[in-house]
């Protein structure tokens, strides 16, 4: 029932900024475990960041500085934005949730490229 969907990827220059959304539905999101992962091509999923409940986080080295995670428990919405991205952070970018069980948002497709 725990449905979660992505919005704001798109095509940014090197140095640019973008701003990641994940909405989501039919779960007690406050308490949810949110967290951002990404795959890149011919990679591995891998993460990337993650905030508890009580909105505590932690980032992947890799992005660390750069990206910050945030969540609106009223709008049931975890956002990641990112700054500074690097033609490395070119991947397609998904929303997770933990809940009594890992749930999956359909990912959102992030190039960064001149």
């Known amino acids: 029932q725990v449905q979660l969907v992505e919005s704001g990827g798109g095509l940014v220059q090197p140095g640019g900024s973008l701003r990641l959304s994940c909405v989501a539905s039919g779960a007690a999101f406050s308490i949810s475990t949110m967290g951002w992962y990404r795959q890149a091509p011919g990679k591995e999923r891998e993460f990337v960041a993650r905030?508890?409940?009580?909105?505590?986080?932690n980032y992947a080295d890799s992005v660390k500085g750069r990206f910050t995670i945030s969540r609106d428990n009223a709008k049931n919405t975890v956002y990641l934005e990112m700054n500074s991205l690097k033609p490395e952070d070119t991947a397609v970018y998904y929303c997770?949730?933990?809940?009594?069980?890992?749930?999956w948002g359909q990912g959102t497709q992030v190039t960064v490229s001149s």
């Open positions: 997770n949730l933990v809940y009594f069980g890992a749930y």
């Open positions: 905030i508890a409940g009580r909105s505590s986080t």
